[in-house]
Nanobody, 117 residues
Framework: QVQLVESGGGLVQPGGSLRLSCAAS????????MSWYRQAPGKQRELVAV???????YYADSVKGRFTISRDNAKNSVYLQMNSLKSEDTAVYYC???????????WGQGTQVTVSS
């Protein structure tokens, strides 16, 4: 069955970097749309980045130029490289998969990212 497992979260100082990983089960097709969402306390879950084929990507304005989404289809994994982190990036980050678009039916359990000095 479909499984998504995030890892790589932690506590980092402002300006620092983290790389999040999402390991997907073999049920996830190579052409599935993969995305990252995040949710801060008391806030709605928001879309952070989307990747389709490893070439087509989308980023929220708040992270554009700082975050990079990528995927390794051979490993059935997706990554989020986060640079120049700010306190407002603090949130639980979730991996998502769908057959045709972002906001698909498959979700990971989330990994906590805390940016604080």
């Amino acid at each position: 069955q479909v499984q998504l497992v995030e890892s790589g979260g932690g506590l980092v100082q402002p300006g620092g970097s983290l790389r999040l990983s999402c390991a997907a089960s073999g049920d996830i097709l190579k052409n599935f749309v993969m995305s990252w969402y995040r949710q801060a306390p008391g806030k709605q879950r928001e879309l952070v980045a989307v990747i389709t084929s490893g070439v087509s990507t989308y980023y929220a304005d708040s992270v554009k130029g700082r975050f990079t989404i990528s995927r390794d289809n051979a490993k059935n994994s997706v990554y989020l490289q986060m640079n120049s982190l700010k306190s407002e990036d603090t949130a639980v980050y979730y991996c998502n998969a769908g057959r045709t678009s972002n906001n698909g039916p498959y979700w990971g359990q989330g990994t906590q990212v805390t940016v604080s000095s």
